[in-house]
């Protein structure tokens, strides 16, 4: 009975899918299914766009959205989540393989599909080893700096096919150089039709948030219309490139994309290339999954449901291998679909399976209408939804609140910037690690006092408060731990220095939620000190756990004052002591 018990756990932990599939009903089914054709409209041109920025063949955009959305749909924990290629995991993409292959080579897509592979290997693995809690390592902030650095490159890298000039490089300064000497050489007509579709874009999107309410449209309805906006632009350019030939006047377009669903095949891969791709790997990883937990929580938070992080990875993981399996490249959670998606209407990740279907009947049979979409539709695509990653209002909110944090921002921008994603991804982890460590080796102390006619305490530069010559109390605003305890000890001695009348040093303890072994070691040094001095050493307001954990050592027994449960208990037992 047991036995029986534990495996239905392991079935409801591995595939969260039983549980929406248990109470699937025709409610349910209509939802997802209109939720799952408007996803599918905007999926197609998202697709291939991103394969593009990928330096990828544009029908690995599509496969990419086939398989892994059936999967995450069994596997995943968020009912909303829309996974598939995303402009920043595409740009990682680039990045990693650029160096090693020429873009658009055999090499270079097999390349891709490896690291498809190793990316689903590390998620899956963290995420069995229950590892979900590997998004709080890099702070918000921080990751908003690299986002935004990473859209003005993605933005600067869509400007060959805006312009119909070569530019790259995956940072500024090569993208720039190469800029700078292909100005020259722009191509008339391609600019025409960018600037033309950047201006439909924009209009288009105003026209439906405007307008349509005025004309009895529901808002709901407007928004997401203006969402469908660039399938629209993508449509009239496309015909304009047939009607016009504009092929035959030099403007790139994407060409035949071979129809038919992708061969399932094993990854090629050698042990030189998993040395090459695994760090890259790890870092779109981490990336992908910060990215799809962030947008997930916000859209589970509307609908009063939970997403497991764990659940996430092991979902995430098995998007990716799926995704390396069909011919596809490295897949995430997509703001802009996820949104789409739930604004639609879907139920259940339901809707992201039935989208799959609609992609896979997209690749069996209408690849030919895709043959004459000029590329330049396509950059501005990508332009018009990478532009609202660039949070310029969170840097200078940063300025204002804490210099800090805005240090934290402008040098993971800069270097992802002047660097490349890689190095910007690994000065973000090292930056949010160092920040803590700096706010927390150099913790708030405060010498404290009693508020006349209370039972509080507060600090005695901030308020009028009661304290006496004999006695010295001082809050921690920190766990203590090995980093910090150093600075405490500084303290404590210090202010023993500044005042030779004191008799009692009193820790309270209010805001210490964990003292680890060095931490403990200081605090018995302090102790043996103090008893040197003849000055009694005391703590007070002790968390539980925190207790436990002393009362398994001889610290309490060795302590040369008492632990009182109440700062104020503290103060009138001592107050008239000699």
């Not at 996820?338 to 069996?364: E, K, Q, R």
């Not at 680890?516 to 040197?532: F, G, H, K, M, W």
């Amino acid at each position: 009975m047991q036995l029986n018990s534990l495996i239905l756990s392991v079935i409801k932990q591995l595939f969260p899918a039983r549980q929406w599939l248990k109470n699937y009903k025709t409610e349910h089914f209509n939802g997802d299914l209109i939720a799952a054709l408007i996803v599918t409209i905007m999926l197609i041109p998202q697709s291939l766009a991103y394969a593009l920025l990928a330096g990828l063949p544009a029908e690995m955009g599509l496969y990419a959205s086939i398989l892994p959305l059936v999967f995450y749909g069994f596997l995943g924990s968020s009912y909303s989540l829309s996974v598939g290629p995303v402009a920043i995991i595409s740009l990682m993409t680039a990045s990693a393989v650029m160096p090693i292959a020429s873009p658009e080579s055999p090499a270079y897509t097999t390349l891709a599909i490896l690291l498809a592979f190793i990316s689903g290997l590390v998620l899956l693995l963290l995420g069995i080893l229950r590892f979900g809690f590997i998004a709080n390592f890099l702070s918000h902030p921080v990751v908003s700096g690299f986002i935004s650095a990473s859209g003005i490159i993605i933005i600067i890298s869509q400007l060959k096919h805006l312009l119909g000039i070569p530019v790259s490089g995956d940072n500024l300064i090569t993208q720039g150089t190469t800029l700078f000497q292909s100005i020259p050489a722009m191509h008339s007509t391609t600019c025409i039709l960018a600037i033309s579709c950047l201006a439909g874009l924009w209009w288009l999107r105003r026209c439906f948030l405007r307008y349509f309410p005025t004309w009895g449209v529901p808002l709901h309805y407007a928004q997401l219309l203006s969402k469908a906006a660039p399938v629209i632009v993508i449509l009239l350019a496309t015909l304009t490139t047939y009607y016009f030939r504009l092929d035959l006047k030099g403007v790139a377009i994407v060409g035949e994309i071979p129809k038919g669903l992708p061969q399932l095949s094993w990854p090629t891969m050698t042990g030189a290339h998993w040395q090459q791709l695994t760090s890259s790997a790890l870092l779109i990883a981490i990336i992908g999954f910060i990215e799809s937990i962030s947008i997930g929580k916000t859209l589970a938070a509307k609908k009063r449901q939970r997403i497991n992080p764990n659940q996430e990875l092991i979902g995430l993981g098995s998007a990716n291998l799926a995704s390396a399996f069909s011919g596809g490249f490295p897949v995430t959670g997509g703001f802009s679909r996820s949104v789409v998606n739930f604004d639609a209407g879907a139920s259940t990740p339901a809707a992201g399976i039935f989208a799959a279907l609609g992609i896979a009947i997209v690749a069996l049979w209408l690849t030919p209408l895709l043959f004459y979409l000029p590329k330049a539709a396509l950059a501005v695509t990508i332009v018009m939804a990478v532009i609202s990653l660039i949070d310029i209002g969170l840097i200078r909110k940063a300025w204002r609140y804490s210099r800090t944090e805005f240090t934290g921002i402008t040098t993971t921008l800069t270097i992802t910037l002047f660097f490349g994603v890689e190095y910007g991804v690994l000065s973000g982890v090292a930056i949010s690690v160092s920040l803590h460590l700096l706010k927390t080796a150099r913790p708030h102390i405060a010498v404290v006092g009693e508020i006349p006619g209370t039972e509080h305490f507060r600090n005695i530069q901030r308020h009028n408060v009661i304290t006496y010559p004999h006695i010295i109390s001082i809050r921690v605003d920190e766990s203590l731990y090995f980093a910090n305890s150093s600075f405490l000890e500084d303290k404590i001695y210090s202010l023993i220095a500044q005042n030779t009348k004191v008799k009692h040093v009193i820790l309270m303890c209010t805001a210490i939620n964990e003292i680890d072994l060095s931490a403990l070691e200081t605090l018995e040094v302090i102790n043996c000190r103090l008893q040197e001095l003849n000055i009694h050493f005391h703590l007070s307001e002790v968390k539980g756990p925190v207790m436990d954990t002393l009362q398994k050592t001889t610290f309490t027994k060795q302590l040369n004052g008492n632990i009182y449960l109440s700062q104020h208990q503290a103060i009138e037992d001592l107050k008239t002591a000699p």
